[in-house]
């Protein structure tokens, strides 16, 4: 061993040693998203320990390949400036950045149930940074003790960095006294090749993807075995897409071209309302609570034509807003506005109504250019945007993400009365979200209860801002000829395991409700956002043939099916009543009866082969359609 130079040996060493807080951060992952992972064997917890290093040793490689370069390079000794410090700030400043990120996801895994994505990076470019920076103290504040655990860290990479070659370290003069032999040379190729594999994950043809993790663990646990840094890194170049021919017999399971309904087109204006992480559980008349955080919701439901079985396209805001208003789902590992597909021309409910002599407004009472909402919905035809500028009143501003819900609503309300009819206006709220504020002098009215998480004060103070707003429109004029369509961006933090698991994650509400109609009700048909858009328009019996990956929830045909869809973490899931079937890279990896099973227990597969091949068909069908039309522009 002595012939291997030393400072390959130190280079390997210091590499390893980086497997302990990696491990360390796997373990605080769990700890702190338990609720998320309950009832896991310890057992399975320590193989998942194990099965993680093979993602573990390629994320260390390929973050750390500038330290590895600079190490391999035969230059100075180990008492050198070049090697005793600037290899250390690079090895440091590498690794601190991957601990962070790490951290950064144990704390809002709850809120998407994935590790971040190259994607994050593009989103920050989009907006995202200003609302990030806008948080970021309230995060510290709130977090404290993660930003502790992360300087822990560090501290212990650097001692260990530093305990690594003490007893090593040797004098250039001494070090230049070995000869380069064949065996030196020899160790530098092995050196090499093992990084190589390493990086690779191992001898496969193919090199390791995160689609790989689908082998350690259950769609559920993966996130267990992935680590941030190899998530971000290898999906950030990836190919977000693959292009594939249809597979025959596919395509007809799929179709994105509506026919014009029948009847007269109703001119009723259209208001959607879409709540910031509403889920489904919040709301008592739909889920049964002891108590309920939406008296109003509750009361309108009553009213209203209300879907039951509702579902969500994605985890996130950026997902869920291009999902309800273009039928547009992000079913990839990125969301489509921050793709490199966002270019593509695409079709929104406000092109398609502007074209009936419709008005078309957005309200975002967050700051403009947040996640790219502004250009997103100037590129799908909406005639007015407004946000956090045109407010125009920083004495609303939360000091966060924008403007407060009760006074952005009652904002809202008045210039919907002075836009020309007929209109269609979409709002997207931002009060219940973390950091979990409200208004001061709500301080007491709305108030955490015993057994709560922080939202459920938030769910509360933005119910009432829209009981507000119902108030406030129910005296205007055109209130009477408006069809009010209310959802959610996407489900947020869970008190209930039910929630927490890969069908409640995505469970929202869907309801249609307007004064004096026969919009009234339940449905129990199967309903996902971007079936919202088609039921609009089908509602209101529009004219002529258009483009959308959803299907209108009013058609009762014989061969119209009904279901959602969603993609987390390479796996693509289909919810069709009474079903749920998870599929990875063409292969069905689990069916399961969710009336009977709602916590996904009993996987069904190879049990009931008929349900798995037609809803795997439809999923196939489903990828192929979209991967196609998203790659080839040809969503309009």
Not at 87 to 97: A, D, G, H, I, Q
Not at 170 to 175: I, L, M
């Given at each position: 061993m002595k012939n291997i130079p030393l400072h390959v040996r130190l280079l390997a060493k210091r590499l390893t040693i980086l497997l302990i807080p990696y491990e360390i951060c796997r373990i605080i992952f769990r700890i702190y998203n338990a609720s998320y992972f309950s009832g896991m064997p310890f057992s399975k917890f320590c193989y998942y320990l194990f099965a993680g290093l093979r993602f573990d040793i390629s994320a260390i490689l390929i973050t750390n390949i500038v330290f590895?370069?600079?190490?391999?390079?035969?230059?100075?000794?180990?008492?050198?400036?070049?090697?005793?410090?600037?290899?250390?700030?690079?090895?440091?400043?590498?690794?601190?950045?991957?601990?962070?990120?790490?951290?950064?996801?144990t704390v809002f895994f709850p809120f998407v149930y994935k590790r971040s994505t190259g994607d994050i990076f593009k989103f920050v470019s989009l907006g995202g940074g200003d609302d990030t920076l806008s948080v970021m103290p309230t995060v510290i504040k709130d977090y404290w003790f993660m930003i502790l655990i992360w300087f822990i860290l560090i501290a212990f990479t650097y001692i260990?960095?530093?305990?690594?070659?003490?007893?090593?370290?040797?004098?250039?003069?001494?070090?230049?006294?070995?000869?380069?032999?064949?065996f030196t040379v020899a160790s530098y190729i092995v050196f090499i090749g093992l990084i190589i594999l390493g990086w690779r994950g191992g001898w496969q043809l193919k090199p390791m993807s995160t689609i790989d993790t689908i082998d350690y663990a259950s769609p559920h646990d993966i996130p267990l075995v992935m680590n941030s840094p190899y998530s971000i890194v290898t999906t950030y170049y990836r190919p977000v897409l693959d292009d594939a021919a249809f597979l025959p017999g596919m395509k007809k399971e799929y179709s994105t071209t509506h026919i014009p309904s029948k009847g007269n087109f109703r001119r009723l204006n259209v208001v959607t309302i879409v709540m910031e992480s509403m889920s489904k559980e919040y709301i008592g008349a739909l889920n049964n609570l002891h108590r309920t955080y939406t008296p109003f919701l509750d009361s309108l439901i009553s009213q209203s034509l209300v879907f039951d079985n509702a579902f969500s396209n994605g985890k996130k805001s950026v997902e869920g807003i291009p999902a309800v208003l273009a039928s547009l789902p992000s079913w990839m590992n990125t969301a489509f506005i921050t793709s490199p597909y966002a270019g593509d021309s695409f079709i929104s409910i406000a092109d398609l109504l502007d074209k009936q002599g419709y008005t078309t407004a957005f309200f975002h009472g967050g700051h403009n250019g947040s996640m790219g909402f502004d250009k997103f919905c100037e590129k799908g035809g909406f005639n007015y945007y407004y946000g956090m500028k045109e407010y125009n009143n920083n004495a609303d501003y939360d000091g966060n993400w924008g403007i407060w819900d009760e006074s952005f609503f009652q904002y809202f309300a008045k210039n919907l009365d002075t836009l020309h009819r007929p209109f269609y206006a979409a709002i997207f709220s931002i009060s219940s979200h973390h950091p979990f504020s409200i208004p001061a002098k709500y301080k007491n009215r709305f108030v955490q209860k015993k057994g709560d998480i922080p939202m459920m004060k938030c769910i509360e103070y933005s119910d009432f801002s829209l009981k507000e707003f119902f108030q406030t429109i129910s005296k205007m004029p055109w209130y009477d000829s408006t069809l009010f369509v209310i959802t959610a961006d996407h489900a947020g933090p869970s008190i209930d395991k039910y929630y927490s698991n890969r069908l409640g994650m995505y469970e929202i509400p869907i309801i249609f409700y307007s004064p004096h109609s026969n919009l009234k009700g339940r449905s129990h048909t199967t309903m996902q956002q971007i079936d919202i858009m088609p039921s609009i328009l089908d509602y209101l019996h529009y004219q002529q043939p258009y483009f959308s990956f959803g299907t209108s929830a009013f058609d009762t045909g014989a061969s119209v099916n009904h279901y959602a869809i969603n993609y987390l973490n390479d796996v693509y899931q289909i919810e069709k009543n009474p079903w749920c079937l998870q599929l990875v890279d063409n292969e069905v990896k689990g069916l399961y009866n969710y009336q009977k099973d709602s916590m996904l227990r009993n996987n069904l597969i190879n049990k009931s082969l008929k349900v798995e091949d037609t809803l795997s068909n439809i999923l196939k069908a489903v990828e192929e359609t979209y991967n196609y039309s998203i790659i080839h522009n040809q969503i309009k």
């Open positions: 590895i370069i600079l190490s391999l390079l035969p230059w100075g000794s180990e008492q050198s400036f070049y090697r005793k410090s600037i290899l250390k700030m690079v090895y440091m400043l590498t690794n601190s950045v991957a601990f962070f990120f790490q951290i950064g996801d260990m960095y530093n305990r690594a070659g003490k007893k090593n370290i040797k004098s250039s003069v001494t070090e230049q006294k070995h000869p380069v032999t064949s």
